[in-house]
Each structure stands twice: as structure tokens, then as C-alpha cells.
């Protein structure tokens, strides 16, 4: 419980400047819903001129674009960017820390086994990744709510802001998995970057095409928010790799964390 508890501490500041710039982003975007509903043919108009890879792309539907809920489907894959970025700092820094800020020898000497140290690492970033999304989701709502200009579904505007937590989930998995390959990392951030955006451009790439089978190599394609407005539902063979990524990243993490030389710090 004490390393826990000294995890949150540690982690509070960073996911408090996460939080605020997702809430920041998401009330920038919102603030132009406005203007945007009540020029709905020509902003229609004018996205209609883009190529449909580009549309693709952006994740823009023509049809409801100017819904509360397609305008939102549009500007959340932005705000998803920002809690995958999140999520992958935590997955490569929660275990590689100890090595970077030399306390490694002084916590692997205390009578606590190293399941019990990632345990407690994990909970505390899982912690402040909900608590990341319950502060996004309740500040995002209100705005929606401000800035509407018609009555929208909230049990869709909740299942796709839930997303974000479950791309979250996959890239801190990953996080997690790529960290303990490294005995000192000087910084998480071009890591984090790198991963994240890779992945991120793969699935802008995807998008472009009709291979339903290549989304499953980006975990941002993994979710289809066209498809969860329109039925109300995500798609259940995504949602599954999804789980299985988490637990098979998380699981081969403790084996080789438990079995990993740790490198005293001179």
C-alpha cells in the first residue's frame, strides 16, 4: 500500500497537465461547433471537396458531421492521441524509473517480491488513467452539453469517450512490455513518441483502404466510431484482440521483470 499510495504522489502532477490539456483540446474543438451547425451546408460543402482517403483519414462522415456526436467522432481521435501519448509514458516509466533515478538497489533490498513492486506500480497508473477519463468525460460532457445545438444520445457520447480508456489500456500494456527490455533508459518521451505515433500513422493509412483485417495492426483503428454511433455497440472481434494484447503484454512483462537482471547503480 505504501508504494502504491507513493506512486499516486508521484504521478499525480503529470496527470493532472494531461487531464487539463485533453479538457483544453476538447473545449477548443467544441467551442466551434457552434458556428459550424448553423453553416451546415457549406461546412458540409466544403468537406465534401476532400478527397474521401483524406476524409478517411480525419474520420469524418458527411452524413452527421454536423450531429453533436459526428462532430465529436471527428475531433476525438485528437484527444485519443493525447491519452495514448499518456498511456505509453506510464507503460515505459513506471518499471524503467528506479534505473533512471538510481533507487533501484534501495527498493529491490526491501522484503517485497518484484510482483509485488509491479503490482503496485500498475495500480497506481491504472488509478490515474481513470482518473483521467472520469475527470475528461464529466468536463467534456457539460461543454457538450453547453455548445449543443440538438439532443444527443449520452449513453453514445459515453461509449465513445470510452474508447480513449481502452486505447489507454493497450498502450500502456505495450508501455509496460517495451520497458523492461531496457537496463537504463535515459527518457521515456522519444520512446513514447515513437511508438505512439507510429501507430497512429499506421492507422491513418489503414483508413484510406477497405482491409478490415489491417485495423488490427493499429490499436487507434481498433474502434470504429462511425460504427459505434450507428449501432450503438463496439465490434466485438476488436474489443477481444484488444484484451488479449493487455493481458498477454502485461503478463509476459511480470515473467521477465521477475527474471531480469537488475543492474546495481554505481
Sequence with gaps: MNMYLHELKSLRKSTIIWTCAMITLALIYFSIYPSLANDAADFKKLLGA???SVRAM???SIDNITSILGFYSMIFSFITLCGAIQAMNLGVSILSKEARERTADFLLVKPVSRAAIVNSKLLASLTMLLAT????YAAASIIANIVKTSD????????VTLTMFFVQLMFLAIGVFVSVFFTKLKSV??????????F????ALIATGKNDAARFISPFKYFDISY???NASYEASYLITGAVIVIAAIAASYIIYIKKDIHSVS
Design 50 to 52: 476532400y478527397p474521401p
Design 200 to 203: 497512429y500513422i499506421i492507422g
Design 189 to 198: 518521451l522519444p520512446i513514447s513518441l515513437g511508438v505512439v505515433f507510429g
Design 228 to 230: 459505434i454511433i450507428k
Design 58 to 60: 480525419l474520420g469524418i
Design 152 to 159: 444527443y444520445s449520452n449513453r453514445l457520447f459515453f461509449m
Design 133 to 136: 477519463n472520469v475527470l475528461y
